[in-house]
């Protein structure tokens, strides 16, 4: 898989589903004769030397999703207790504690990893571009948010410390 002529790293792949890692220097503002925000960037698939058609896709600094631990539209997030238990309605993060929640699309890691690289120190990978959202009657503070610990770079955890108003 290429994104405007630089090769992704694949995670998986079969006859009708692709995962791959966007490169890091894929930036908004790629190939596309749009104006920002409309900026698209050229995706070709290559299976045994022949090519598809380039088929068009949307670039954004950043667009976060949070992983579910179910293949459910509305499942049960990949979310973590600090005792690292999933966070959830039967067992809920206590007041005060710490969350870890595993997300994609948080944006640009500082300083850029290699495309596909194993995060050996999550430390040294903050993420440039964060929002996080609340229930208005929750307050939290984030301790982290960068690359996941271990896992491919694209990869992001977040880490809240929260409590209620």
Request: with cysteine; hydrophobic share 40%; aromatic share 6%.
């Amino acid at each position: 898989m290429l994104f405007d002529g630089i090769p992704a790293p694949l995670l998986y792949a079969q006859d009708n589903q692709i995962n791959a890692i966007v490169p890091w220097e894929l930036k908004p503002g790629g190939s596309g004769d749009l104006p920002e925000p409309f900026v698209y960037t050229n995706i070709v698939i290559e299976r045994n030397g022949i090519a598809n058609s380039p088929v068009p896709a949307f670039v954004a600094a950043a667009e976060p999703g949070i992983f579910r631990l179910d293949s459910e539209p509305y499942g049960q997030g990949a979310i973590l207790i600090q005792d690292g238990t999933v966070n959830s309605k039967k067992n809920p993060a206590r007041r005060g504690s710490v969350i870890s929640i595993f997300a994609t699309g948080t944006g640009p890691l500082t300083p850029v990893p290699g495309d596909g690289e194993i995060v050996a120190d999550a430390r040294r990978r903050g993420a440039i571009v964060v929002e996080v959202v609340f229930h208005p009657q929750l307050e939290a503070e984030v301790l982290y948010a960068g690359a996941a610990p271990t896992l491919v770079a694209g990869l992001s955890c977040e880490s809240l410390q929260g409590s209620a108003r």
